[in-house]
Nanobody, 125 residues
C-alpha cells in the first residue's frame, strides 16, 4: 500500500510563500508520476501541477504558472510544491497524488491511484 502524507500548509498573507511537502512510502512505490491538486472552499478539486520525471514533462495550471514549482528529493522520497506570490484565490486544501508507472494524462484526477489526506493553505488579503 502506498501512503502519501502532506505537510507545510498554513496561513500566509498575500504575496507570501509556502512550501508543501508530500512524503511517500510504499513497498513498490515509484515517485515518477506525481501531482498536486487543490480544492477551494465549495468547489471541485482542481489540477495544480504535475511532473513525469521519467519523461521530463512538467505541467502547471494556468493560474499558477510562474508562481508554483514542483520538485522532488529522491533520497527522501518526498515531492514538494513551492508556492510563491500567493493570492487569496490560492486558498484551498492541497492534495498530492501518485500515479502508477505508464499512466498518462497527469492533469486529470482520474489518472491518479493514490492520494494524500490534504493540507490546508489559507491566504489572507
Amino acid at each position: 500500500q502506498v501512503q502519501l502524507v502532506e505537510s507545510g500548509g498554513g496561513l500566509v498573507q498575500a504575496g507570501g510563500s509556502l512550501r508543501l511537502s508530500c512524503a511517500a512510502s510504499g513497498r513498490t512505490f515509484s515517485s515518477d508520476n506525481m501531482g498536486w491538486f487543490r480544492q477551494p472552499p465549495g468547489k471541485e478539486r482542481e489540477f495544480v501541477a504535475a511532473k513525469n520525471w521519467g519523461a521530463g514533462n512538467t505541467f502547471y495550471a494556468d493560474s499558477v504558472k510562474g508562481r508554483f514549482t514542483i520538485s522532488r528529493n529522491n533520497a527522501k522520497n518526498t515531492v514538494y510544491l513551492q508556492m510563491n506570490s500567493l493570492k487569496p484565490e490560492d486558498t484551498a486544501v492541497y492534495y498530492c497524488a501518485a500515479a502508477r508507472l505508464g499512466r498518462t494524462g497527469l492533469t486529470r484526477r482520474s489518472t491518479y491511484d493514490f492520494w494524500g489526506q490534504g493540507t490546508q493553505v489559507t491566504v489572507s488579503s
